[in-house]
């Protein structure tokens, strides 16, 4: 079955950090670059960050620059995305999105989301 | 950066009537534009890439076009199931960064 499954959110203080998982499987994960995007509650999308099929590349938006890094693991067919220094405003839902096999350009396949809340 | 700017906000519409959705980008990005659906509680769905490709399984009451900087997403007759938020998106080869468009909502008259 081809699909994303995030992991690792929840409610966290001001100021800490959190791990994010996306566990992938039914494709094969080292051929693509992944991302994470996130939705505030009741507003759009924002992209956070990307790294390449084989991880050596990565770039981040200038909101989360500095604070949060994204990661991979190819044998055990993982995303991560630490994040750091984190913020009221970093409250969202965070999904994982697979680059798409018509145009990499494009998100063809994405996880259910996971919520973080930053609140005291 | 890129700037998509969509366009209307919110589209009032019945069942069976023809919605054309707007997207314009702040400069050129070739075709690289796709349009997503979302509905609430739902990851967004993939519905057209490189601005007129209908992604595998989608309707093709789905369709896109582009002029220049300007794109469209057009749904040829609403289906009770279409009414939904719509995303366009754009990416390039460097920056890497992906943009998203403020939405349009897609209501039921």
């Known amino acids: 079955q081809v699909q994303l499954v995030e992991s690792g959110g929840g409610v966290v203080q001001p100021g800490r950090s959190l791990r994010l998982s996306c566990a992938a499987s039914?494709?094969?994960?080292?051929?693509?670059?992944m991302h994470w995007v996130r939705q505030a509650p009741g507003k759009g999308l924002e992209w956070v960050s990307v790294v390449s099929s084989a991880g050596t590349v990565t770039y981040a938006g200038d909101s989360v620059k500095g604070r949060f890094t994204i990661s991979r693991d190819n044998s055990k067919n993982t995303l991560y995305l630490q994040m750091n220094s984190l913020r009221a405003e970093d409250t969202a839902v965070y999904y994982c999105?697979?680059?798409?096999?018509?145009?990499?350009?494009?998100?063809?396949?994405w996880g259910q989301g996971t919520l973080v809340t930053v609140s005291s | 950066e890129i700037v998509l700017t969509q366009s209307p906000a919110t589209l009032s519409l019945s069942p069976g009537e023809r919605a054309t959705l707007s997207c314009r980008a702040s400069?050129?990005?070739?075709?690289?534009l796709a349009w997503y659906q979302q509905k609430p509680g739902q990851a967004p769905r993939l519905l057209i890439y490189?601005?007129?490709n209908r992604a595998p399984g989608i309707s093709a009451r789905f369709s896109g076009s582009e002029s220049g900087t300007d794109f469209t997403l057009t749904i040829s007759s609403l289906e009770p199931e279409d009414f939904a938020v719509y995303y366009c998106?754009?990416?390039?080869?460097?920056?890497?960064?992906?943009?998203f468009g403020g939405g349009t909502k897609v209501e039921i008259k």
């Open positions: 400069q050129s990005v070739s075709s690289d």
């Open positions: 490189d601005a007129s």
């Open positions: 999105a697979k680059e798409g096999d018509g145009s990499r350009y494009s998100f063809d396949l």
């Open positions: 998106q754009q990416r390039r080869n460097w920056p890497p960064g992906a943009t």
């Open positions: 039914g494709f094969t994960f080292s051929n693509y670059g």
